[in-house]
């Protein structure tokens, strides 16, 4: 694995929306497999669920969204990848107490970034540009713009 993408991409990967597209070329040309964590699961499931109740989504789109991923963890697409809980809290607390206050960065931005840097992957993928921000900060490359 050298790449760690958050859950907005991911989102936008397996469900129908304004940067489907990007996502979709941008995985024709990543290396694979992609950590998938549990913050992932938790993150994915609910913004499918947000998606329904937004209306941006019908409930038999979000369970064709949620089966392209199971598919894509049975196959290898994506790896269940389980970042050690006290090394991710110590990054997180760092990351926050370097950038949070001139990026303005989320708890669950800080987390994602946080495992890919545990992991010790070198990409990380987003659409989010604070997210992006963070990560390049951290020192890790962002190949969307």
């Known amino acids: 694995m050298i790449a760690y993408a958050d859950t907005g991409f991911l989102c936008s990967l397996y469900a129908p929306d304004s940067l489907s597209r990007r996502a979709t ?17 938790l993150e994915f499931r609910n913004a ?4 329904v109740f937004r209306g941006d989504i019908t409930g038999s789109q979000r ?3 949620l089966s392209a991923l199971l ?9 269940t990848s389980a970042p050690p809980l006290a090394e991710l809290m110590t990054e997180a ?5 370097l ?3 001139k990026i303005g ?5 800080i987390l994602h970034v946080s495992a890919a840097l545990v992991l010790g992957l070198a990409q990380f993928i987003t659409f989010d540009k604070r997210q992006a921000r963070l990560a ?5 490359q962002v190949p969307l713009r």
């Open 25 to 41: 070329a941008r995985m024709k040309r990543q290396a694979l497999p992609l950590p998938f964590t549990w913050m992932h699961q």
């Open 48 to 51: 499918l669920r947000l998606r």
């Open 63 to 65: 369970d064709a969204s």
């Open 71 to 79: 598919a894509d963890l049975a196959t290898g697409v994506l790896k």
């Open 93 to 97: 607390e760092r990351l926050s107490a």
């Open 99 to 101: 950038h949070s206050e």
């Open 105 to 109: 960065t989320r708890s669950l931005d």
């Open 136 to 140: 390049r900060a951290a020192g890790l």
